[in-house]
């Protein structure tokens, strides 16, 4: 069996649910045919206290330090700005990605938010023209509110939450929110965050990439068909399209916090700056009638090629295989790499080929998307680059060994540069070897290893036998 490098898995792809669009924020830039970054200072409506901005200091893609996924990254600073005394970022896709029905996630890495961060991921009715409440409001994820804060809890205490409006008042009808104390930190590593959406109801969910039985920890019925005759039935609002957001709010009437200088998150330690890491977004659906999507198609996978369909590699060393996927513009470039024969060649996650011992194997990658594949055939040689002659006249001895290994050869210095590999092409043992000197081996495990000495000539590569 083949070394097996796994899949990103599409944790929304069960259940008969399939992959309608993702952002997985891979590209050197973010993709503003779907992202809109909201520049104001207005509070939104929450007397929050930053500006949001579009500046890279505050939104841009990048890689999360720690997990090296590539992600978008909202920058809370401590700052002046435009008469504000903090700025951060705030991001949509109205107008440009809406859905009704379906599934959506996100996985995100929080910030510490105590005190007076408040992380989001929600959405609104794709309105036009737009107008809040009335437009239906969905909040997946929520954290660093007053609540938590008093009870110590800000790393662990979220809410879901879903608001609405008559249409005819505009006023604030409908409220319904539920908070919950989680048994581990959700600010220590990304999460999953899910809202499961039809005609019946809706359903929020925390990690069920890990726990896929878990209960929702908020969910609120509508009523099929809706009830235009009750006002304040939330199942006029949330039965139409709606747009994403996320966003890092500083301060604000939801952390009860007013003064920059009660942000106690932005500090000294951390540079008066919190990042919110976003991994990626996706929207899934079952493919029903009463489904809609608006949004860049999902480009599937025609096909993969790689650099090369040959390749002779020497023992211990490696080579680079690069897959092309086809076309470029596919949306899911997710890629598994497997060897026929890990006992000749190992192959990882990126393409990196290492040559084991001398034989042949099948390198074959397989793109997720269509389980479209490549192959490449390996051969690995004890190789040397130097000349025949040369190479034969260098001898090691004895050869089985069992203590002390020497080198004899046309050699024109004294101290040369060798390493001895195992099977594996792991390195043991690294010296210098002296002439006329042997090579104490005595330590090594029964087995069969390679040597290879770096002469005047080039990198000579001899196989010898521990006994």
């Not at 949001?52 to 920058?75: F, H, K, M, Q």
């Not at 991001?91 to 408040?118: C, D, H, V």
């Not at 008559?166 to 929110?177: F, I, N, P």
Request: with cysteine; glycine share 8%; proline share 4%.
């Amino acid at each position: 069996m083949g070394n097996i490098s796994v899949f990103a898995q599409h944790a929304g792809e069960t259940d008969g649910y399939h992959l309608v669009w993702q952002d997985l924020f891979n590209q050197c830039a973010l993709n503003t045919s779907v992202w809109n970054i909201e520049v104001n200072g207005n509070g939104g409506g929450n007397n929050e206290l930053q500006y949001y901005t579009a500046r890279p200091d505050n939104v841009t893609v990048g890689v999360e330090p720690v997990s090296g996924d590539s992600c978008l990254i909202i920058t809370a600073k401590k700052e002046s700005y435009s008469g504000k005394t903090c700025t951060s970022g705030r991001l949509t896709t109205q107008q440009k990605m809406n859905f009704k029905y379906g599934k959506i996630e996100a996985r995100i890495k929080l910030p510490s938010t105590a005190n007076g961060l408040w992380p989001a991921f929600w959405m609104m009715g794709d309105d036009v023209p737009f107008k809040w409440p009335q437009c239906g409001e969905t909040d997946i994820l929520e954290m660093g509110s007053s609540a938590g804060i008093s009870a110590g809890t800000q790393d662990r205490y979220f809410n879901g939450a879903f608001h609405w409006a008559q249409a005819a008042t505009g006023t604030a009808t409908g409220d319904y929110a539920q908070s919950v104390t989680n048994p581990y930190s959700l600010q220590d590593d990304f999460h999953l965050y899910t809202l499961i959406w039809n005609a019946n109801g809706m359903k929020m969910y925390l990690d069920l990439d890990k726990t896929p039985g878990k209960a929702p920890y908020i969910q609120m019925t509508l009523k099929n068909p809706p009830t235009p005759s009750v006002p304040n039935d939330p199942s006029n609002y949330f039965t139409k399209p709606f747009f994403v957001l996320v966003n890092l709010a500083i301060g604000g009437s939801f952390t009860g916090i007013n003064n920059i200088n009660n942000v106690t998150a932005l500090n000294a330690a951390n540079n008066y700056t919190a990042k919110m890491y976003i991994d990626y977004v996706k929207v899934y659906q079952l493919g029903t009638t009463d489904e809609t999507y608006y949004g860049p198609a999902l480009t599937a996978v025609t096909g993969v090629c790689l650099n090369k369909s040959t390749t002779t590699v020497s023992v211990g060393a490696t080579d680079q295989l690069i897959a092309t996927i086809v076309p470029s513009n596919a949306i899911n470039k997710n890629v598994l790499w497997t060897s026929s024969n890990i006992n000749v060649a190992t192959v990882s996650d990126a393409g990196l080929v290492t040559a084991v011992y001398p034989g042949t194997t099948t390198i074959t990658v397989t793109t997720q998307d269509g389980n479209k594949t490549a192959t490449c055939i390996v051969t690995v040689e004890i190789l040397d680059s130097v000349n025949n002659n040369y190479t034969e006249n260098l001898k090691i001895y004895p050869n089985p060994v069992q203590n002390e290994l020497n080198i004899n050869g046309d050699v024109q210095f004294e101290n040369l540069p060798f390493i001895i590999l195992d099977l594996l092409g792991k390195q043991i043992v690294n010296g210098q070897w002296l002439n006329g000197q042997s090579i104490n081996v005595e330590n090594l495990a029964s087995g069969v290893y390679f040597i290879k000495i770096q002469t005047d000539k080039g990198m000579v590569t001899k196989k010898f036998v521990k006994e």
